[in-house]
T-cell receptor
């Protein structure tokens, strides 16, 4: 079974630009969550999507948004990039929405903002 | 979510058992105990989870104290590939949605050949 895939793996953007990251969950998984990892703040939850609906949202500004498509693939978008947005963005999928189920993470997208 | 406390780092010899402790003194009756690990340059990886009883899987064992205020992740024979940051996370089963994984600092495990 293929794992969670994320594209692109690496990205360099300039301050003020916007960026879109993509995540394909494990086949059959309907829940997709996004996390940001930085050396200073560690791993922080951004949002979760299930059946194309945002179920949960972390404490990030509105510049961070996401969506999920009918095939469960998900995208996240960051507008008006800031230097502090440089991070590893991780996507995780789980079979369904619910705290019992384990999450499977992708390799991440390394975003560098200059 | 209730908080967990883990040692910052631990060291183990290869092929020796490793016991990674986690304290969660304010755990509620509906909190599941989850363990994830993050290998260098990779995303986190699910290891194991449990509620009250000890759990075993192909990767590890989870020993949960009778009062549930602490738990221990046991790697039966550490290999170099087990060098990672290990996170102990509580997730409330009451939420109908997906309780986000709240990652603390975790324990950095070093394995010595």
């Amino acid at each position: 079974k293929a794992g969670v895939t994320q594209t692109p793996r690496y990205l360099i953007k300039t301050r003020g630009q916007q960026v879109t990251l993509s995540c394909s969950p494990i086949s059959g998984h309907r829940s997709v969550s996004w996390y940001q990892q930085t050396p200073g703040q560690g791993l922080q939850f951004l949002f979760e999507y299930f059946s194309e609906t945002q179920r949960n949202k972390g404490n990030f500004p509105g510049r961070f948004s996401g969506r999920q498509f009918s095939n469960s693939r998900s995208e996240m978008n960051v507008s008006t990039l800031e230097l502090g947005d440089s991070a590893l963005y991780l996507c995780a999928s789980s079979r369904t929405s619910g705290s019992y189920y384990e999450q499977y993470f992708g390799p991440g997208t390394r975003l560098t903002v200059t | 979510d209730a908080k967990t406390t883990q040692p910052n780092s631990m060291e183990s010899n290869e092929e020796e058992p490793v016991h990674l402790p986690c304290n969660h003194s304010t755990i509620s009756g509906t909190d599941y105990i989850h363990w994830y690990r993050q290998l260098p340059s990779q995303g986190p990886e699910y290891v194991i989870h449990g509620l009250t009883s000890n759990v075993n899987n192909r990767m590890a064992s989870l020993a949960i104290a009778e009062d549930r205020k602490s738990s221990t992740l046991i790697l039966h024979r550490a290999t170099l590939r087990d060098a990672a940051v290990y996170y102990c996370i509580l997730r409330d089963l009451r939420n109908s949605g997906n309780t986000p994984l709240v990652f603390g600092k975790g324990t950095r495990l070093s394995v010595i050949a």
